[in-house]
């Protein structure tokens, strides 16, 4: 079992920046790739960002140049650095660590954090 905690949103006027935080816990040698979604009002949930145990990083097209993840220091750690943040991103936001066993990939999700970009 893996318990994800996200951290870091808030509200930011168009343009700023946040960083979200994401720290698992538990079974976290079992963890390979951590990612980024986000759910805004009405929409379907959507990947924002991916980044493998070895370091391998996605980024969706509606981020790709403003937004960056990355790993932290502990293995059980990655950061969403967001830049240039538009009314569109608004959106709670998910982070989850994904485990490989045997009987195939887990993914473990958080509870969320809120991200609202207004003037």
């Known amino acids: 079992q893996v318990q994800v905690v996200e951290s870091g949103g808030g509200l930011v006027q168009p343009g700023g920046s946040l960083r979200l935080s994401c720290v698992a816990s538990?079974?976290?040698?079992?963890?390979?790739?951590m990612s980024w979604y986000r759910q805004a009002p009405g929409k379907e949930r959507e990947l924002v960002a991916i980044?493998?145990?070895?370091?391998?990083?996605y980024h969706a097209d509606s981020v790709k140049g403003r937004f960056t993840i990355s790993k932290g220091n502990a293995k059980n750690t990655v950061h969403l650095q967001m830049n240039s943040l538009k009314p569109e991103d608004r959106a709670v936001y998910y982070c989850?660590?994904?485990?490989?066993?045997?009987?195939?990939?887990?993914?473990?999700w958080g509870q969320g954090t809120q991200v609202t970009v207004s003037s």
């Open positions: 989850t660590a994904s485990t490989q066993a045997t009987s195939g990939v887990t993914d473990y």
């Open positions: 538990g079974s976290i040698y079992s963890i390979v790739a």
């Open positions: 980044v493998t145990e070895g370091g391998t990083t």
